[in-house]
């Protein structure tokens, strides 16, 4: 099954308002990294958290990280039509390192 | 600084050919990932290496896919004979280490038909 998962798998606003996915995981992490993939491109890392860390700022991005809960929250205020992408949380394992990835949430702004 | 370089970027070809996809990872990644991405399965990774070595290749769907990486700077996936169910994006991306940011490459369209 899935390590991370993304909730919700589809979101759609009108530009301005801010946007906000969300990521569950099961086992232990080491750090918990969101992309962004716009259609017909590669994934691009946007920000990293580290499993000791609550918050980080990154822009209009700001991410959030509950391990007890085993979840993060991604946040993207003011939001533009460029936001419009996929966005992908992966979960480093504490383990081995590996990167495991969630099915993403396809996020679009209505102009 | 060059991002990672995938090529070629589309590739149409009939069942049972050989399919070659090639990699240059980013100057100085330790670390290189071969996924495969599908609507209906999304983002699975196929296998990756670290300085050049194998370390986990549970995620090639069966014998006919194989993987190289024969330098730092080269890396090829190979399919055949192929399918038409490997029909897919291909992505390669490298990272500095094992677990730290990947960068992809803009991947392989691929289409067997």
């Known amino acids: 099954s899935q390590q991370g998962e993304e909730d919700p798998q589809a979101l759609s606003i009108q530009e301005g308002e801010n946007a906000t996915m969300n990521c569950s995981y099961k086992?232990?992490?080491?750090?918990l990294q969101w992309y962004r993939q716009n259609s017909g491109r590669g994934l691009v890392h946007l920000i990293l958290i580290r499993s000791n860390e609550r918050e980080k700022h990154s822009g209009r991005l700001r991410v959030t990280l509950d391990t007890s809960k085993k979840s993060s929250s991604l946040l993207i205020t003011a939001s533009r039509a460029a936001d419009t992408a996929s966005y992908f949380c992966a979960t480093v394992l504490d383990s081995n390192y590996q990167l495991i990835w969630g099915a993403g949430t396809k996020l679009i702004i209505k102009p | 600084d060059a991002g990672v370089i995938q090529s070629p970027r589309h590739e149409v070809t009939e069942m049972g050919q050989e399919v070659t996809l090639r990699c240059k990872p980013i100057s100085g990644h330790n670390s290189l990932f071969w996924y495969r991405q599908t609507m209906m399965r999304g983002l699975e990774l196929l296998i990756y290496?670290?300085?050049?070595?194998?370390?986990?290749d549970s995620g090639m769907p069966e014998d006919r896919f194989s993987a190289k990486m024969p330098n730092a700077s080269f890396s090829t996936l190979k399919i055949q004979p192929s399918e038409p169910r490997d029909s897919a994006v291909y992505f390669c991306?490298?990272?500095?280490?094992?677990?730290?940011?990947?960068?992809f490459g803009d991947g392989t369209r691929l289409s067997i038909l």
């Open positions: 086992t232990s992490i080491n750090n």
């Open positions: 991306a490298s990272s500095r280490q094992v677990g730290q940011p990947q960068h």
């Open positions: 290496f670290n300085n050049n070595v194998p370390i986990d």
